[in-house]
């Protein structure tokens, strides 16, 4: 399956009706963006730190002085703001590792070279859905010089959302954006991409395979990990696909169509296949289990209770020209069905072979909503046979390491920047008490739970109430 559901600006053909999009204002847009205090401090907190093997720090005084943590036990230093957190289960902030985020495009024809974007997005209402669900950090796996945009004004503090890496994509063939269709063609991408500031490249499905293995090399040279789907051009021979940096399969997906009939010796064959490349896996579950009930019926995604949070144009796109709803069949579902059961086993299959199994949903494409998807991923991820410690882990320390910023963040330890979920329930007793979440701290900022609801509600309000100004052509 080739994912071609990526949501790049460049490419949309919507008709906008109207070509100045209002911007609005968050609701206690001065609460919200107001300097934090110098310290806060969580009390009475039990903490799952998901340092490795570490059990959880029972009432605990968590002490966040400038954005970092400076104290898990101990005196309340005088001046601190004080959060009561009794009862309460904090956690590292959560890592998305498979994201998609558009950004302002040229829809309409360009009508002169310094003509600016005639869709503009409103950044905060693209994070908010992440913040609100407690990701701190995503992963986009197609960013563009848009994604860098964003990016820095989160990181400036313009804009509260999570902290972004982003991975350069290189495709193949007659595939979109950057191609290229030979070694030296993709020695050079890697160079350019480095050069404009990516941090990670994404390998696309139809590069061939000398020019793949060029790119990974490259990469490996500049010090850039690799992410991504693996070249349709080894099907005849997927462990060649498996050579030195090739850092993570981008979903599980890539492995099921190397299997003609879901057999357990392919999930172990693939297991090992991951382990012997070091190579570590974002399943992306989720997004999946959303193909499958798409190809059926869009009656699950028209009732979903997050779609209000996305933008009135993907809610149509979603909606009205949905691929797998239109293009598929009962045949297909069935399919999709035995991929789905097999995706699960080869999560089993990767986390008894040592591969390491990072949480990712593929979030943008259809029915995936930014936030509210990777508690559906977690859930997945248990449900495949991950104990509710490895898909915390999946969605805090092992991506931290993966980026290389475990020094930073992915879990909570003297000296780590303040990115923290408290929760009402306990996340190791089920996993699905995630989603109760009673705060987010983001660079020791604290945002209770009242102040993500509005910031929600605002963003829901909007989306409605602009319904009518965006229309997507249902078939090009
Ligand atoms: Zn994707």
């Given at each position: 399956m080739n994912s071609t559901h990526l949501l790049r600006p460049a490419l949309l053909w919507l008709a906008l009706q109207t070509s100045v999009v209002a911007q609005h204002?968050?609701?206690?847009?001065?609460?919200?963006?107001?300097?934090?205090?110098?310290?806060?401090?969580?009390?009475?907190v039990n903490v799952v730190t998901m340092v490795d093997g570490g059990a959880p720090l029972m009432d605990a005084t968590v002490v966040i002085a400038n954005g970092r943590i400076t104290a898990l036990q101990g005196p309340i230093p005088d001046g601190a703001v004080r959060v009561d957190g009794s009862g309460k289960w904090m956690i590292p902030g959560f890592t998305d590792m498979h994201v998609h985020i558009p950004s302002d495009g040229f829809m309409g024809p360009k009508k002169h070279p310094t003509q600016g974007p005639d869709l503009h997005l409103n950044v905060q209402d693209l994070m908010t859905p992440y913040l609100a669900n407690g990701v701190t950090q995503v992963f986009n796996l197609d960013a563009t010089a848009g994604s860098m945009a964003q990016r820095n004004l989160i990181e400036r503090g313009d804009v509260l959302g999570p902290h972004m890496a982003l991975a350069a994509l290189i495709d193949g063939g007659e595939g979109q954006g950057r191609r290229v269709n030979s070694p030296a063609e993709g020695r050079q991408?890697?160079?350019?991409?480095?050069?404009?500031?990516?941090?990670?490249?994404?390998?696309?499905?139809?590069?061939?395979?000398?020019?793949?293995?060029?790119?990974?090399?490259?990469?490996?040279?500049?010090?850039?990990?690799?992410?991504?789907?693996?070249?349709?051009?080894f099907q005849k021979d997927l462990a060649a696909a498996f050579q030195p940096n090739f850092g993570m399969v981008a979903h599980a997906e890539e492995f099921s169509k190397h299997s003609a009939d879901f057999t357990e010796a392919d999930a172990l064959r693939f297991a090992q296949?991951?382990?012997?490349?070091?190579?570590?896996?974002?399943?992306?579950?989720?997004?999946?289990?959303?193909?499958?009930?798409?190809?059926?019926?869009?009656?699950?995604?028209?009732?979903?209770?997050?779609?209000?949070?996305?933008?009135?144009?993907?809610?149509?796109?979603?909606?009205?020209?949905?691929?797998?709803?239109?293009?598929?069949?009962?045949?297909?579902?069935?399919?999709?069905?035995?991929?789905?059961?097999?995706?699960?086993?080869?999560?089993?299959?990767?986390?008894?072979?040592g591969v390491p199994i990072v949480a990712g949903t593929d979030a943008g494409?259809?029915?995936?909503?930014?936030?509210?998807?990777?508690?559906?991923?977690?859930?997945?991820?248990?449900?495949?046979?991950?104990?509710?410690?490895?898909?915390?882990?999946?969605?805090?320390?092992?991506?931290?390491?993966?980026?290389?910023?475990?020094?930073?963040?992915?879990?909570?330890?003297?000296?780590?920047?303040?990115?923290?979920?408290?929760?009402?329930?306990?996340?190791?007793?089920?996993?699905?008490?995630?989603?109760?979440?009673?705060?987010?701290?983001?660079?020791?900022?604290?945002?209770?739970?009242?102040?993500?609801?509005?910031m929600l509600l605002d963003l829901a309000a909007w989306n409605t109430a602009n319904r009518d100004r965006f229309s997507w052509p249902p078939k090009r």
């Open positions: 204002p968050l609701p206690d847009r001065d609460k919200v963006h107001a300097d934090p205090p110098a310290i806060t401090v969580i009390e009475h991408c890697v160079r350019d991409a480095q050069a404009e500031g990516y941090e990670f490249i994404k390998v696309y499905s139809e590069l061939d395979t000398a020019t793949y293995r060029a790119i990974l090399e490259e990469a490996a040279l500049r010090r850039m990990k690799t992410v991504g789907h693996i070249p349709d051009a296949l991951a382990r012997q490349g070091g190579t570590w896996v974002t399943p992306t579950l989720t997004t999946i289990r959303w193909m499958r009930q798409r190809i059926r019926s869009l009656d699950e995604l028209r009732a979903l209770p997050s779609l209000k949070y996305m933008h009135p144009l993907i809610q149509q796109k979603w909606l009205k020209a949905n691929h797998y709803n239109r293009d598929f069949n009962a045949e297909d579902a069935d399919h999709f069905d035995r991929m789905v059961l097999f995706q699960a086993r080869l999560v089993k299959a990767f986390q008894e072979a494409t259809s029915g995936v909503v930014p936030g509210f998807s990777l508690h559906d991923e977690l859930e997945l991820l248990v449900a495949a046979g991950l104990t509710p410690r490895e898909a915390l882990a999946a969605a805090t320390r092992l991506p931290a390491v993966w980026l290389g910023v475990d020094q930073e963040r992915g879990t909570i330890a003297v000296g780590k920047a303040a990115d923290l979920v408290l929760l009402d329930a306990d996340p190791l007793a089920d996993i699905a008490n995630t989603r109760r979440i009673h705060g987010v701290m983001l660079n020791g900022r604290w945002l209770d739970r009242a102040t993500l609801d509005a």
